[in-house]
């Protein structure tokens, strides 16, 4: 995997889906074998997998007082699009939370704010890690790691209600682009209750998260085509949902495991969460030696 970083600068602006704050990213060019650094005001986060873990509903980067919520979207589309040296500036207005704005709910948005920066022509970097056979078990799922093809799989099972599905796709930015950045974030339904009652969930709209309808009398019968989500003002409905929300754990476990670098192996979550995408992550970093100081 060759790496590249921006050929100009990008800014997005909006609010955090949990945070419901107005947020803002400035995405710039670094220098080769930079890496991923957030920039914020508390100070500076190294991306790597010591400085990346399981928040409550999504991932957060910290090193010290520095924390930035909700990073995954973005590292999804950086990483499937190679920009993996760049500083992403990160300002928010709020006291609390710092979090990365949620624009579409999807990868799309990035993808199309890398493009508008332009990228540089691809720098050989250090060879990729090789995935070592790896397995993970947690009380929620399972995830297993190894050499060879370059595939993501996920196996997502809610129990009755779904979303289910099951959803492989090759590791490449033909295939991010066509399978996986439009899918939007979700929530179950039956879940919405208690995420209001936690606080978070306050940046969702219907047209950044699709509401998983748990009580519906019918199973989802269309298939999700990206030209449906994309087009502006799609809202969720019944005959859209499909397999959108498959497609969106998939992209979430592609966000996770940059923190990773380049490598090369296949990777399968079943009931993926971010908390089993991170420990297959320090699973695999304690399993190279990366744990060692
Ligand atoms: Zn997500």
């Not at 799989?153 to 399978?179: I, K, N, Q, W």
Request: glycine fraction near 10%.
């Amino acid at each position: 995997m060759s790496r590249r970083t921006l050929l100009g600068s990008v800014r997005r602006a909006g609010v955090g889906v949990h945070s419901g704050c107005p947020s803002e990213v400035i995405l710039r060019p670094a220098a080769s074998s930079a890496g991923v650094r957030f920039l914020t005001a508390d100070g500076i986060v190294p991306l790597s997998w010591r400085t990346a873990a399981a928040g409550a509903g999504c991932s957060v980067v910290r090193s010290g007082a520095a924390a930035v919520a909700t990073p995954e979207h973005l590292l999804a589309a950086l990483f499937a699009l190679e920009v993996l040296d760049v500083d992403v500036e990160v300002r928010s207005s709020s006291a609390g939370l710092t979090e990365v704005p949620i624009l579409g709910g999807a990868a799309s948005d990035w993808v199309a704010a890398i493009d508008e920066a332009g990228r540089t022509e691809p720098q050989p970097g250090p060879p990729p890690l090789s995935l070592p056979e790896v397995e993970v078990h947690t009380a929620g799922g399972s995830a297993h790691a190894g050499p060879g093809s370059d595939t993501l799989a996920v196996d997502v099972d809610f129990g009755a209600g779904g979303p289910t599905g099951s959803l492989t796709v090759e590791r490449t930015e033909a295939a991010f682009r066509e399978h996986v950045m439009w899918a939007r974030t979700f929530v179950r339904e039956e879940d919405v209750a208690a995420l209001v009652a936690a606080g978070r969930g306050r940046g969702a709209t219907p047209e950044n998260t699709v509401v998983w309808p748990t009580s519906a009398l019918h199973a989802p019968e269309s298939r999700a085509t990206p030209s449906r989500y994309n087009s502006p003002g799609s809202l969720p409905s019944a005959a859209g949902l499909s397999d959108e929300p498959v497609r969106h754990k998939l992209l979430d476990l592609w966000g996770d495991l940059a923190v990773l670098g380049p490598f090369c192996g296949w990777v399968r979550v079943r009931r993926p969460s971010h908390a089993l995408n991170h420990a297959l992550v320090a699973a695999i970093a304690s399993a190279v030696g990366g744990d060692q100081p």
